[in-house]
């Protein structure tokens, strides 16, 4: 079993395996994304009961938390994916964590756009320094250091190297910052509106979100594979069997 | 004689004058040794000592400046105002941190060398702190006074970047680790480092607003030091990693 899987784990390094199992899992995790977002989408904005507080506008939560959600949790696999590239010198982990970083730094500017424009409603401003508005807004940051850096480098080994060690080295920072940013908000300003990742909700308002989320990650893996096979193609396009595809699309 | 008193000790005496003379050193002399030829070449110059505390002051003159010099105003902002600058000051120093070394080639000897790579970025980022940190810690209160912050607030404002500069002197090292191969880094450094300060920056001033506003601040500086010491432990090997990748790029 164990076995099995460090054959798998070390098969996907290669890109070309990686291409062809990728290639084969991308229509299923479409058509479950295309699903489900729908599915969500639909149930969230029409038949999920209005909010006796806010109305109808609550109802950006169905965009918004997931694509908070996928911010944090790309950041963190792009950190994974970069250690083992790092660890493993694994080519197609450096490619994999280098596709995360704009789609993670896109994710996290839908949350703050919709939580932006959800605030304004609400709250009677477009932005406050709440806690979890400005740990989301320090993430962006990180997000576009990472990236940053990986466009500094010449060499694109070096690049997914160093870019690595500074994903890995932002990740424990994270539940610092996210930390801190609540130490800093409580003290200065008392929390008037709580944004919890677990809303007191009914399951008829949770229920859709919760198919939106695994919607918004099943768009995340084809829009991951999709990326990698371009970094692939793009890096490997002198080898034969790159040469090959090539020829048989005409 | 001393030798006849403990020969055991003047056995061991021997023991490690034959290994050095043999060209094995412990990795003790070697941090020592870098220690104090860091020191040598910062004191040579002495612009990369004064520069920083010289932007340490204006930076904090702005303010007054560019806002209101309302004393009631300026009490309020003072010790946000102050460790920002601090902070600013010591990203700009960072530069030199390995930039010299890079440029005439001792960086790559020190990666090779058979030390713990740690150790020895421990060691730079000592010096950098004792001619970077420390004095930005001792101006500080000074430049207090001139932002009219409370008296509650000075002896927390010392210890509180006491325990912060350190922190930044590591983590920064980091970031200046990752781009010193780099041609033209500009401003990328301060955006990788930057977000990673940010929680240091505000345990460092809310420490000083609950002191000014009598709170407890044992809390704000235990978190402190509970940072320091994750940075202490994990920044040298991080940098040691960096520094690698950028001499291999």
Known sequence: MWKTFVAWFHRMGSPKWFYEITGRWIPWFAAAAVLLITIGTIWGLAFAPADYQQGNSF??????????????????????????????????????????????????????????VWGKPTWGAWWVWDARLTSMLILLFLYFGVIALQSAFDSKQSAARASAILSLVGVVNIPIIKYS???????????????????????????????????????FAVILMMRTRNEILEREKRTQWVQGLLSNKG | MANDINPQLAQEKQRVLRREEGGQTSSWRAFTGMLKRDLLLVFRRRSDIVNPLLFFTIAVTLFPLGISPESDFLAQIAAGVLWVAALLATLLSLDSLF??????????????????????????????????????????????????????????????????????????????????????????????????????????????????????????????????MTALVLAPLAAGAALRISLNG
């Open chain 1, 59 to 116: 109802r950006i939560i169905y965009i918004h938390v997931p694509a908070a959600i996928l911010a944090q949790s790309i950041f963190f696999a792009m950190a994974i994916a970069g250690g083992i590239g790092l660890i493993w010198k694994m080519k197609v982990a450096d490619m994999v964590a280098k596709s995360c970083a704009p789609v993670g730094a896109t994710m996290t500017f839908i949350a703050l756009f919709t939580g932006a």
């Open chain 1, 181 to 219: 940013v609540e130490w800093w908000n409580t003290l200065h300003q008392p929390a008037t509106f709580k944004l919890t990742e677990k809303p007191a909700m009914p399951a008829e308002m949770w229920m859709p979100l919760l198919v939106m989320v695994i919607g918004f990650y099943c768009f």
């Open chain 2, 99 to 228: 930039q010299q070394d890079m440029a005439d080639g001792s960086l790559e000897q020190l990666v090779i060398s058979p030390h713990p790579l740690a150790v020895m970025v421990l060691s730079k980022v000592l010096v950098h702190w004792l001619v970077t940190g420390l004095p930005l810690t001792l101006l500080a209160p000074l430049l207090g006074v001139m932002m009219f912050l409370p008296d509650d607030g000075f002896g927390i404002l010392f210890l509180s970047l006491l325990l912060g500069t350190p922190t930044l002197s590591l983590v920064g090292a980091i970031g200046a680790a990752l781009t010193v191969g780099l041609r033209r880094t500009g401003v990328l450094m301060t955006l990788l480092i930057l977000p990673l300060y940010i929680p240091v920056l505000i345990f460092g001033t809310g420490s000083v607003i609950a002191a000014v506003n009598g709170m407890a601040v044992a809390g704000h500086l235990a978190i402190m030091g509970a940072m320091f």
